[in-house]
């Protein structure tokens, strides 16, 4: 029983990981000494293994009538029980704290931002150590890393996909002859922002939505969340690489942790949305798992100084100041589509702060996710 909760735990750490931007899943179930055990689980996820588990194992015998080896010596075997310990304690955490992040990229998005650019920062550094060897020609593959992510950084502005998506619900109301509800919006001196919509005439608040659909995302929406889960979860079993951090360089952190936090409305939204990206993340995990031991193997030193880059490069992507615009967007809720007036949103353009007051919180946030790191690289020194 102590080897089962020790795992389930485990598998909390890692889901803490996972949804703090910087710090590799990864990366914690090696200093565990996981890593090798979960990849060869997750590789067991097959065809061939999974009807050996229905068969039967081979070559039983029988002992006092009864059978030596069972269903779950053969699922053991396989791995399949330590692995759904570690996603029970990974899904746990990820749950628990997704209101948790929700809330500080809306209240402190930059003492937030500065927070994972410290993690980032020292990550970089500490990623280097993996190399077997330091060769000048990794300077190509660093490179290589480092332009993609900043490309994709550039490619990807989060105020564009609003804005689309606002364009798609105003046509919806003008094909339907429909005006949508105002609401206001509040912004905070930090350059965050929170929706309230305004109550009914009537003064009561608004019926429950529990089980209810409102069409809150589109399909391509939906496609897109299940790419990207299926990217992020190929990251988060990369040692160095942070799946979080794919998502934000895809734009689709948010969606998800508020989706993940929305779940307690029992929105069926929330809920199709969740089993898109779930979807995406089984597929990616079991296709990209086996491409790992055949990259590693042939190509080690190359694929980690591109995942150094990627993770470099990332660091423009994690800026903490960033351009904020003001338009009027059109937003899909629980209650219908609504007209939000002055939205503040955010851009992918970095800028120097707008203020002096906020330099010192964001160093100070800063040096704490490097705090963090350090320690975090100690103690894995000590485990090896």
């Known amino acids: 029983m102590f080897v089962w909760v020790k795992e389930i735990f485990s598998g909390f750490?890692?889901?803490i990981a996972n949804i703090i931007p910087g710090v590799s899943g990864g990366t914690l179930l090696f200093l565990l000494g996981l890593y090798e055990r979960t990849i060869n689980a997750i590789n067991n996820v097959k065809p061939s293994a999974l009807l050996t588990l229905l068969r039967g194992s081979r070559g039983k015998t029988r002992v006092s009538g009864l059978r030596r080896n069972t269903?779950?010596?053969?699922?053991?075997v396989l791995g399949f029980p330590f692995l759904a310990r570690l996603l029970i304690g990974a899904g746990a955490a990820i749950l628990f704290l997704s209101g948790l992040m929700k809330y500080l990229l809306d209240k402190h998005f930059s003492n937030t931002f500065a927070f994972f650019f410290?993690?980032?920062?020292?990550?970089?550094?500490?990623?280097?150590?993996?190399?077997?060897?330091?060769?000048?020609?990794?300077?190509?593959?660093?490179?290589?890393?480092?332009?993609?992510?900043?490309?994709?950084?550039?490619?990807?502005?989060p105020a564009d996909n609003?804005?689309?998506?606002?364009?798609?619900?105003?046509?919806?109301?003008?094909?339907?002859?429909?005006?949508?509800q105002s609401s206001t919006k509040s912004v905070d001196n930090k350059g965050s922002s929170a929706v309230s919509a305004?109550?009914?005439?009537?003064?009561?608040?608004?019926?429950?939505?529990?089980?209810?659909?409102a069409g809150r995302y589109t399909p391509k929406e939906m496609a897109f969340g299940a790419l990207a889960g299926a990217i992020a979860i190929s990251a988060m079993i990369l040692p160095g690489l942070s799946?979080?951090?794919?998502?934000?360089?895809?734009?689709?952190?948010?969606?998800?942790?508020?989706?993940?936090?929305g779940l307690k409305s029992l929105q069926l939204d929330y809920i199709a949305f969740l089993t898109a990206v779930g979807m995406g993340m089984l597929f990616g995990i079991l296709a990209f798992a086996?491409?790992?031991?055949?990259?590693?193997?042939?190509?080690?030193?190359?694929?980690?100084?591109?995942?150094?880059?990627?993770?470099?490069?990332?660091?423009?992507?994690?800026?903490?100041?960033?351009?904020?615009?003001?338009?009027?967007?059109?937003?899909?809720?629980?209650?219908?589509?609504?007209?939000v007036k002055d939205a503040v949103v955010q851009t992918n353009a970095n800028i120097l702060p707008p203020n002096t007051q906020l330099i010192l919180p964001a160093l100070l946030f800063c040096a704490l996710g490097v705090g963090i790191m350090i320690v975090l690289d100690r103690y894995g020194a000590e485990k090896t």
Do not use: C
Not at 71 to 76: I, L, R, S, T, V
Not at 163 to 180: A, C, F, L, P, T
Not at 243 to 261: K, P, R
């Open 162 to 180: 609003v804005q689309k998506k606002s364009n798609y619900y105003e046509s919806v109301i003008k094909d339907n002859g429909k005006g949508g």
């Open 118 to 157: 410290g993690l980032i920062a020292v990550s970089t550094v500490l990623s280097i150590k993996m190399l077997n060897k330091v060769k000048p020609f990794l300077i190509v593959h660093f490179l290589i890393g480092a332009a993609i992510t900043v490309g994709v950084t550039l490619a990807v502005n």
């Open 13 to 15: 750490v890692v889901g």
């Open 198 to 213: 305004k109550k009914g005439d009537s003064g009561h608040a608004a019926p429950s939505q529990r089980f209810k659909y």
């Open 71 to 76: 269903f779950m010596d053969e699922a053991n």
């Open 290 to 339: 086996r491409v790992i031991k055949f990259v590693f193997e042939r190509f080690y030193n190359g694929t980690i100084a591109v995942l150094i880059g990627l993770t470099a490069g990332s660091l423009y992507a994690l800026w903490p100041f960033k351009k904020f615009v003001e338009m009027e967007l059109y937003t899909k809720g629980a209650d219908g589509i609504t007209l």
């Open 243 to 261: 799946g979080s951090l794919v998502l934000i360089l895809l734009g689709q952190y948010y969606e998800i942790i508020s989706a993940i936090s």
